[in-house]
């Protein structure tokens, strides 16, 4: 389909030291400042727990320039919840210490997946045999090699092997195969992150962190080591690194914030501000009717509604 001349699309980008408010409505905008803030501030809290590592979470904001600058302060490599997240992330990127936080099925894409090892360290995610099989089968064709993180369901009801037990045979497995290593488990509760009450927070997350030891232990006794713990997220990090039994956190949304994590109670019971909004869809209003309403130039195209309404905070140009 033949659109014609691109010339009439209008021009939408902002020359430095013009302000960026005065730009054509709608679009998004990062506040550097803030987001560096977030950043520096989620660095700062991390040094509470010496023995856990920090691996963001690439989905929040899925820029590679974003992901260099949090390795840069110390994060040991990014989460990326799809196959084409982490191929941006390496191809794109350069990022050398890519997990996959999710099960990727289909020989084609296992086949992506392990083209993605060659240039990279790469763990991922598994909780099926055929799957840990297809995965060893085709690193060994290719001369690769994976790092694979069995996923324990600890109350999602998502993906995941119940706790336990049922993780032996399939660490097991993992074990006996060439071109693969058992790297631990990923216990992670996504829910748990949008609770209000920090107390209840906390409550689950000790829950979870419960199911995932009883893990560990059932490994141990079948003499499998299991270093690596992941987990926890932006609304609960604080209490997974503070088990003692999680290695590594996984928070994203921590760099940019939003309307619904601001909705979280701290432990005084009052609106939790250790991070801030750092992501801005900026609108204009083109209509108001008397006192009552005010139309803006941008819906649910613009902004998801699955948390509710974003908030309303007023600039002008």
Known sequence: MDFGP??????????????????????????????????????????????????????????????????????????????????????????????????????????????????????????????????SQLAKESNANLDLVIEVNVGQDRCGIKPGADVVPL?????????????GI???????????????????????????????ECLQSANIKCPYITGGGTGTFPYEAGTGLFTEIQPGSYVFMDADYNRNLNEKETFYSGFVQSLFIYTTVQSITGDERAVVDSGMKAASLDSGPPLVNFESC
């Open 6 to 135: 691109i010339e009439w699309r209008p021009k939408f980008a902002t020359k430095q030291g013009e302000n960026a408010l005065c730009a054509p409505t709608p679009f998004l905008a990062i506040k550097e400042e803030e987001m560096m803030k977030n950043m520096n501030k989620m660095m700062e809290l991390m040094k509470q727990w010496p023995n856990v590592d920090l691996r963001p979470h690439f989905k929040a904001h899925k820029s590679v320039d974003i992901a260099k600058q949090q390795i840069k302060l110390g994060a040991v490599g990014i989460c990326c919840q799809t196959l084409t997240e982490a191929e941006s992330a390496v191809y794109g990127g350069s990022i050398e210490d890519v997990f996959i936080s999710n099960e990727v099925i289909g020989v084609g894409k296992v086949k992506r997946v392990v083209q993605l090892a060659l240039k990279s360290k790469i763990s991922i995610c598994v909780d099926n045999e055929e799957n840990i099989k297809d995965l």
């Open 171 to 183: 660490a097991k497995l993992v074990e006996s195969l060439p071109n693969v290593h058992f790297k």
């Open 186 to 216: 990923q216990a992670y509760h996504g829910w748990n992150q949008h609770v209000r009450s920090a107390a209840e927070r906390k409550e689950r997350t000790n829950t979870v962190a419960g199911l995932a030891q009883k893990t560990v």
